[in-house]
């Protein structure tokens, strides 16, 4: 048995894995990391994005990576776009807007590209603009995102509706987790918060620190009120609870600071074991 999809084999991977661009967290060290396990590794550009830091990210990778965007962001400073085609990326998310220039920008420059969809609607609209893959965020996910379905539910809804291939995001957190949306359909899952735990990302310790301990979360909003960030009323950001720190529901399976290369292994192989498992 072996966890390659259509997908991830026709992206050359060895792992249905890509790690979330989680801004703050998703730099060129961990990017590369997956990348070299197996997985697509991502750059995450967030809400502070600028193209000289997209540029310094890029400057540590190794291997082929992806790169995501916030299309408010993005919007506001088109040379993050130039600068993130100009590289080449595997694969060009860029979520949170609702004008889709920039997907015939990407394959005018033969790049592949993605955006994180909240709800079947979405999913449609994303399709039929031609997006390559989408990704169904659930409302379980850490950071930005329109908390309106959960993973599953969504993950199966975009499967119906739409013909292109969809990774799950949102809660994926575990080996169980990427071994139930595999067998659900995903081509892949899109993974946050267990690598913003792991000594490659950019988090920094007194962060990561929280992480490993973390329970519960929280959606809010007033971070980025009071960093004075755009986000739109409707697309609030999960949290540790009291804290300003990203993480999604899966987040107490998160315990330990795991090498990404040693993690993208792990996940896989404990995965596959339980799906080669009889049901009792």
């Known amino acids: 048995m072996s966890l390659v999809t259509s997908w991830s084999e026709s992206m050359g991977l060895r792992a249905p894995i890509v790690n979330a661009p989680m801004g703050g967290a998703a730099g060129g060290r961990l ?3 997956v990348t070299a396990a197996g997985g697509l590794g991502m750059i995450g550009m967030g809400s502070a994005a600028t193209p000289e830091a997209l540029r310094a990210e890029l400057a540590l990778v190794d291997g082929r990576v992806g790169i995501g965007l916030v299309h408010w962001v993005m919007a506001e400073r088109p040379a993050l776009l130039d600068t993130a085609l100009a590289a080449r990326p595997a694969l060009l998310s860029v979520s949170f807007g609702t004008d889709w220039a920039w997907v015939h920008q990407a394959h005018d420059a033969g790049v592949a590209v993605t955006t994180q969809v909240a709800s079947i609607e979405a999913a449609r609209r994303a399709a039929d603009a031609g997006v390559d893959v989408l990704v169904a965020r659930g409302a379980e996910g850490g950071g930005h995102g329109e908390p309106l379905w959960g993973t599953l539910p969504l993950l199966a809804g975009v499967l119906d509706a739409v013909d292109v291939p969809v990774l799950a995001a949102g809660g994926v957190s575990s080996a169980r987790g990427l071994a139930a949306v595999l067998a659900a359909g995903a081509s892949a899952a899109w993974m946050g918060t267990v690598f913003a735990a792991c000594p490659q990302a950019l988090t920094a310790d007194d962060a990561r620190a929280e992480l490993l301990a973390g329970q519960d979360t929280e959606l809010t909003s007033e971070h980025d009120i009071a960093a004075g960030y755009r986000w739109p009323a409707g697309i609030p950001e ?4 009291g804290s300003p720190v990203n993480a ?4 107490a399976s998160v315990r330990e600071s795991v090498d990404a290369g040693e993690l ?7 995965a596959e074991d ?4 009889p049901v009792r």
């Open 31 to 33: 990017a590369s990391a």
């Open 264 to 270: 993208v292994a792990t996940l896989c192989a404990d």
């Open 248 to 251: 999604g529901q899966g987040v």
């Open 274 to 277: 339980l799906l080669r498992r």
């Open 238 to 241: 999960r949290v540790l609870r």
